[in-house]
Nanobody
Framework: VQLQASGGGLVQAGGSLRLSCAAS????????MGWFRQAPGKEREFVAG????????RYVDSVKGRFTVSRDNLKNTVYLQMSTLEPEDTAVYYC?????????????????WGKGTQVTVSS
């Protein structure tokens, strides 16, 4: 199983980025998918999640209204559209897959992790 995340980079505060995570080696529709992030010196935290058919999404309070998670089951890809980025969003972002999982993912329930992509927001 591989989860290949891409789309990170350096952006100014107020800007936007779209992360993508292409999954292979698994039956994509069987997995709840999500994004976590980890800033230096902090624990990894849940950011956004989506259930198998996209009918349910969840977000951490700090990104509600700014981030949107979506998935394309034909392309085996999950996305995270990030807008109005803030310096506090700076972190390594990880894609995650939870077998038969809901839209709210927990670190302990994740079956597969991607390698992470760096997002840096400058003030």
């Amino acid at each position: 199983v591989q989860l290949q995340a891409s789309g990170g980079g350096l952006v100014q505060a107020g800007g936007s980025l779209r992360l993508s995570c292409a999954a292979s080696g698994l039956t994509f529709i069987n997995y709840g998918m999500g994004w976590f992030r980890q800033a230096p010196g902090k624990e990894r935290e849940f950011v956004a999640g989506i259930n198998w058919n996209g009918g349910s999404t969840r977000y951490v309070d700090s990104v509600k209204g700014r981030f949107t998670v979506s998935r394309d089951n034909l392309k085996n890809t999950v996305y995270l559209q990030m807008s109005t980025l803030e310096p506090e969003d700076t972190a390594v972002y990880y894609c995650a897959a939870d077998y038969l999982g809901p839209s709210l993912l927990y670190t302990e329930s994740v079956d597969y992790w991607g390698k992470g992509t760096q997002v840096t927001v400058s003030s």
